[in-house]
């Protein structure tokens, strides 16, 4: 028997642990993780385990390309030839883009930095179209943004594991995040102090010195709070503040609004707790700090994350050993093509992304990631202002995974053109014309930097795309030559051949050796500490900018400040409960994994979390499930109850990303059990990067009729293979 081990990366969430996969006779037989990896030194998850071989010949993959028969969403499908796909794709956004111009063709992708993203960026913009839509306004857009402002930005990745003190605001490590939640353990058990700051009795909360348990949406009080403490009491470091930030008398003035006693009003945390966290945070050190999705994607998202990061800046916590580290570039690294110029588009078609005339900081040409302001997309598809959206290439389920489905779906019915790539038939793909079939991990091969090592990575090719499988990155280089072919392109900016020639020129001016990086998964990049003194931080001054000229320049308030969130203000009484989305589940990245059999053995419903005493107020009992309302006017969705004392009495908690591939209709369930069918997709947004609330809204919550629900699971015979018995039983 012929044996092989195979260093490569994981990339089934944005985690990317070091993984072997181990290969006998040619067969993958298992994944494990690589302890030699510098970034994530042999964590890894159930996921990883056993996504990327479950994924390979699952049943319900699709490897053929197709196109739609009948109207969208009626499930008749013909099998076509890429070249017939490609050729016709290719023609009918040559005529949409003719008749519309460019902008009128939208994308739509997951992580921004991976290559299959890339090649929808670069196609898009090749076409003459900015218009790129990532679910970052729903992710890390706050956190983004705010770190481009300020320049106090960044993560510890390992160096969380030297911390002496840990701050954690707004995160789920055990939930979200392997390789924090492993550094965390470390240095915890290293005899380091840990403050978590959750509404939520996580897992971190549990393990905390410090568990503050602010209200939801009220942290920006929490952080001013602190901040006026340190300053208050002298604990700040007066020698770095003075060096190295601007703006801090103004944010110093701006804290006096928050003494303890009244942040302890706002946020539920007495104000005893808020002075000790303040002061064990300030003069413990090294101190690290995780920010998470739960204070993100939130109507305040921005300020309450600049209020952190100024925590951060006047305690000197940056850029030093034990403390979090900006971004660590590569010498050499042709990545980021957002920013490169020779793959820009010129200024007037930027400043056309639709949103950027409302967000500029989020969708202009200087903005954090220049993508669109999603509910501007769907506006300008619904209404054709300020300029019509007319086709769509979307690399993800945005059915599944963007606020009020029913709106997405009607938005997606609309478009003369919808592509989809897809590896199986998700209820965004449902409404494609054209599903193009893409690979799953083992089949491809990916390079990327990796700032929890700081490292290169990368994901090996271990097996040949089965059936007519291509990656995202070759499909963008193969419609790319037809659409050449047509002259219908603007812009060449997919130059390579294949998505090995796409990788070599990531490469192509580092001194990274292939065959290290091949031999082992990854080379590590050499970094130091306190590189600002050398070129100080990235922004405008150079300095951390703790009030940024960027905000005040356009009319915005530049210092972090907290607004009453709107699931408190006054509204309905029966919306009397708060519901916290987006919890992660161990067994799901966002809407995938629901066709696999051991990740439904793990969670096979999509949770309602809540407190004893309110399950029996309502009449709620533990094996039911529960009907979650949120505005009136939105359908509401169907979630099973979980009783848990981790939820305060006045708060709910779900996942997201709930469909059941098993399912029939072009929905396959997600308008009953996806959260995201009853939130709505704003306003209000965030001011600075129109991020809407679609993490906490007002709810009710009403006990659902058993008989009911049965009519509306899943069917057994159906379920993926080995989770019949789960099904039956609901
Ligand atoms: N297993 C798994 N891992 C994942 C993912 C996945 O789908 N599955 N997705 C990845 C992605 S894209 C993301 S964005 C991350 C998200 O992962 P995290 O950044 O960890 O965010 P969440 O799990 O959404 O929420 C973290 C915590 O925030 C708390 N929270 C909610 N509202 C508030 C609030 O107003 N204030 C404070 N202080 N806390 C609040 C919640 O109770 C929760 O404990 O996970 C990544 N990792
Ligand atoms: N209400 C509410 N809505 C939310 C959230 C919330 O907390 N609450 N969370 C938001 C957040 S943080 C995020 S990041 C988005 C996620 O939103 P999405 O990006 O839409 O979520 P995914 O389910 O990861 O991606 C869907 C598709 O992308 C492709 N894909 C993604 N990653 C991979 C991969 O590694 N390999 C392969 N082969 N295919 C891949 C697959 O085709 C998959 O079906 O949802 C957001 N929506
Ligand atoms: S956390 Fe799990 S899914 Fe994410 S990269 Fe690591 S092993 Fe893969
Ligand atoms: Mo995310």
Same mark, same amino acid.
């Given at each position: 028997?012929?044996?092989?081990?195979?260093?490569?990366?994981?990339?089934?969430?944005?985690?990317?642990?070091?993984?072997?996969?181990?290969?006998?006779?040619?067969?993958?037989?298992?994944?494990?993780?690589?302890?030699?990896?510098?970034?994530?030194?042999?964590?890894?998850?159930?996921?990883?385990?056993?996504?990327?071989?479950?994924?390979?010949?699952?049943?319900?993959?699709?490897?053929?390309?197709?196109?739609?028969?009948?109207?969208?969403?009626?499930?008749?499908?013909?099998?076509?030839?890429?070249?017939?796909?490609?050729?016709?794709?290719?023609?009918?956004?040559?005529?949409?883009?003719?008749?519309?111009?460019?902008?009128?063709?939208?994308?739509?992708?997951?992580?921004?930095?991976?290559?299959?993203?890339?090649?929808?960026?670069?196609?898009?913009?090749?076409?003459?179209?900015?218009?790129?839509?990532?679910?970052?306004?729903?992710?890390?857009?706050?956190? !983004?943004?705010?770190?481009?402002?300020?320049?106090a930005?960044?993560?510890?990745?390992?160096?969380? *594991?030297?911390?002496?003190v840990?701050l954690?605001v707004?995160?789920?490590?055990?939930?979200?995040?392997?390789?924090?939640?492993?550094?965390?353990?470390?240095?915890?058990?290293?005899?380091?102090r840990?403050i978590?700051v959750?509404?939520?009795?996580?897992?971190?909360?549990?393990?905390?010195?410090h568990?503050l348990?602010?209200?939801? $949406?009220?942290d920006a009080a929490l952080a001013l709070s602190m901040i006026h403490v340190l300053f208050g009491e002298n604990l700040f470091d007066r020698e770095f503040v003075e060096?190295w930030c601007?703006g801090a008398g103004e944010l110093r003035e701006r804290c006096t609004r928050y003494p303890p006693a009244v942040a302890?009003?706002?946020?539920?945390v007495?104000a005893e707790s808020i002075v000790e966290a303040a002061r064990l945070f300030a003069t413990t050190r090294p101190g690290?700090m995780?920010?998470?999705?739960?204070?993100?994607?939130?109507?305040?998202?921005?300020?309450?994350?600049m209020a952190f990061q100024a925590l951060l800046a006047i305690t000197a916590n940056l850029?030093?050993? $034990?403390t979090?580290?900006?971004?660590?570039?590569?010498?050499?690294?042709?990545?980021?093509?957002?920013?490169?110029?020779?793959?820009?588009?010129?200024?007037?078609?930027?400043?056309?992304?639709?949103?950027?005339?409302?967000?500029?900081? +989020?969708?202009?040409?200087?903005?954090?990631?220049?993508?669109?302001?999603?509910? *501007?997309?769907?506006?300008?598809?619904?209404?054709?202002?300020?300029?019509?959206?007319?086709?769509?290439?979307?690399?993800?389920?945005?059915?599944?995974?963007?606020?009020?489905?029913?709106?997405?779906?009607?938005?997606?019915?609309?478009?003369?053109?919808?592509?989809?790539?897809?590896?199986?038939?998700?209820?965004?793909?449902?409404?494609?014309?054209?599903?193009?079939?893409?690979?799953?991990?083992?089949?491809?091969?990916?390079?990327?930097?990796?700032?929890?090592?700081?490292?290169?990575?990368?994901?090996? @090719?271990?097996?040949?795309?089965?059936?007519?499988?291509?990656?995202?990155?070759?499909?963008?280089?193969?419609?790319?030559?037809?659409?050449?072919?047509?002259?219908?392109?603007?812009?060449?900016?997919?130059? +390579?051949?294949?998505?090995?020639?796409?990788?070599?020129?990531?490469? *192509? =001016?580092?001194?990274?050796?292939?065959?290290?990086?091949?031999?082992?998964?990854?080379?590590?990049?050499?970094?130091?500490?306190?590189?600002?003194?050398?070129?100080?931080?990235?922004?405008?001054?150079?300095?951390i =900018?703790l009030?940024?000229?960027?905000?005040?320049?356009?009319?915005?308030?530049?210092l972090p400040? !907290?607004?009453?969130?709107?699931?408190?203000?006054?509204?309905?009484?029966?919306?009397?409960?708060?519901?916290?989305?987006?919890?992660?589940?161990?067994?799901?990245?966002?809407?995938?994994?629901?066709?696999?059999?051991?990740?439904?053995?793990?969670?096979?419903?999509?949770?309602? @979390?809540?407190?004893?005493?309110?399950?029996?107020?309502?009449?709620?009992?533990?094996?039911?499930?529960? +009907?979650?309302?949120?505005?009136?006017?939105?359908?509401?969705?169907?979630?099973?109850?979980?009783?848990?004392?981790?939820?305060?009495?006045?708060?709910?908690?779900?996942?997201?990303? +709930?469909?059941?591939?098993?399912?029939?209709?072009?929905?396959?369930?997600?308008?009953?059990?996806?959260?995201?069918?009853?939130?709505?997709?704003?306003?209000? !947004?965030?001011?600075?990067?129109?991020?809407?609330?679609?993490?906490?809204?007002?709810?009710?919550?009403? @006990?659902?009729?058993?008989?009911?629900?049965?009519?509306?699971?899943?069917?057994?015979?159906?379920?993926?293979?080995?989770?019949?018995?789960?099904?039956?039983?609901?």
């Amino acid at each position: 028997m012929s044996r092989q081990v195979i260093p490569s990366t994981c990339s089934e969430c944005s985690v990317r642990c070091g993984a072997l996969v181990h290969v006998e006779d040619g067969k993958v037989v298992r994944i494990t993780g690589n302890p030699a990896h510098p970034g994530s030194r042999g964590a890894f998850c159930v996921k990883g385990m056993n996504a990327p071989l479950a994924a390979l010949d699952h049943p319900a993959r699709i490897t053929r390309p197709m196109r739609r028969l009948g109207a969208r969403g009626e499930g008749r499908w013909a099998p076509v030839s890429w070249e017939h796909a490609l050729d016709e794709i290719a023609d009918r956004l040559g005529e949409i883009k003719g008749t519309h111009g460019g902008p009128s063709i939208a994308g739509a992708v997951s992580n921004h930095e991976q290559s299959r993203a890339i090649a929808v960026r670069l196609l898009l913009r090749s076409l003459g179209s900015p218009n790129f839509m990532i679910n970052q306004d729903l992710c890390h857009g706050c956190r !983004y943004t705010a770190s481009m402002l300020t320049g106090a930005g960044g993560l510890p990745g390992s160096e969380l *594991a030297k911390a002496r003190v840990i701050l954690v605001v707004g995160e789920s490590p055990s939930d979200s995040h392997v390789v924090e939640w492993m550094h965390m353990k470390a240095a915890k058990a290293n005899g380091a102090r840990l403050i978590v700051v959750d509404p939520r009795r996580s897992q971190s909360a549990r393990l905390a010195d410090h568990w503050l348990r602010v209200k939801p $949406g009220t942290d920006a009080a929490l952080a001013l709070s602190m901040i006026h403490v340190l300053f208050g009491e002298n604990l700040f470091d007066r020698e770095f503040v003075e060096q190295w930030c601007t703006g801090a008398g103004e944010l110093r003035e701006r804290c006096t609004r928050y003494p303890p006693a009244v942040a302890a009003k706002i946020t539920g945390v007495a104000a005893e707790s808020i002075v000790e966290a303040a002061r064990l945070f300030a003069t413990t050190r090294p101190g690290s700090m995780l920010i998470g999705h739960g204070v993100d994607a939130q109507a305040n998202g921005v300020a309450t994350i600049m209020a952190f990061q100024a925590l951060l800046a006047i305690t000197a916590n940056l850029d030093r050993e $034990g403390t979090n580290r900006p971004r660590k570039q590569l010498r050499g690294w042709r990545g980021n093509f957002r920013e490169d110029p020779r793959f820009r588009l010129p200024r007037e078609i930027e400043t056309k992304i639709l949103g950027g005339e409302t967000y500029p900081l +989020w969708a202009g040409p200087e903005s954090s990631l220049n993508s669109c302001h999603n509910p *501007a997309v769907l506006r300008a598809i619904h209404t054709g202002e300020p300029y019509p959206v007319r086709a769509m290439y979307v690399a993800n389920n945005i059915v599944c995974t963007y606020p009020d489905i029913h709106d997405t779906v009607a938005a997606l019915k609309k478009l003369d053109l919808l592509v989809v790539l897809s590896d199986q038939m998700t209820p965004t793909a449902e409404l494609a014309d054209f599903f193009l079939p893409r690979t799953t991990l083992l089949e491809e091969e990916d390079v990327f930097l990796d700032q929890n090592g700081p490292c290169v990575s990368i994901t090996q @090719r271990i097996v040949q795309p089965r059936g007519e499988a291509r990656t995202g990155m070759q499909i963008a280089i193969d419609l790319a030559a037809v659409l050449r072919e047509r002259g219908v392109l603007d812009h060449d900016f997919i130059p +390579w051949k294949s998505e090995r020639e796409f990788n070599e020129y990531l490469l *192509a =001016e580092t001194a990274v050796d292939w065959r290290e990086l091949r031999a082992r998964g990854f080379c590590e990049m050499p970094f130091g500490y306190e590189s600002y003194r050398a070129r100080g931080f990235r922004t405008p001054s150079g300095k951390i =900018e703790l009030a940024p000229g960027r905000l005040r320049a356009l009319g915005l308030d530049p210092l972090p400040d !907290y607004r009453q969130p709107v699931y408190a203000r006054p509204g309905a009484r029966e919306y009397d409960l708060t519901l916290l989305t987006g919890i992660r589940s161990m067994a799901y990245h966002h809407s995938r994994f629901r066709e696999f059999a051991w990740a439904r053995r793990i969670q096979d419903a999509p949770e309602l @979390r809540i407190h004893p005493a309110t399950a029996a107020r309502l009449g709620i009992d533990r094996h039911d499930w529960a +009907w979650v309302e949120m505005q009136p006017g939105m359908p509401r969705v169907l979630l099973k109850a979980f009783v848990t004392d981790e939820i305060p009495e006045d708060i709910v908690a779900t996942g997201m990303g +709930w469909w059941y591939p098993e399912m029939e209709g072009p929905d396959h369930g997600a308008a009953t059990f996806n959260v995201d069918v009853a939130v709505p997709y704003g306003p209000e !947004y965030d001011p600075v990067t129109g991020s809407a609330e679609a993490r906490v809204m007002a709810c009710k919550v009403m @006990r659902a009729d058993p008989e009911d629900v049965k009519m509306r699971l899943p069917r057994a015979a159906r379920a993926p293979a080995g989770i019949e018995d789960l099904v039956a039983t609901g």
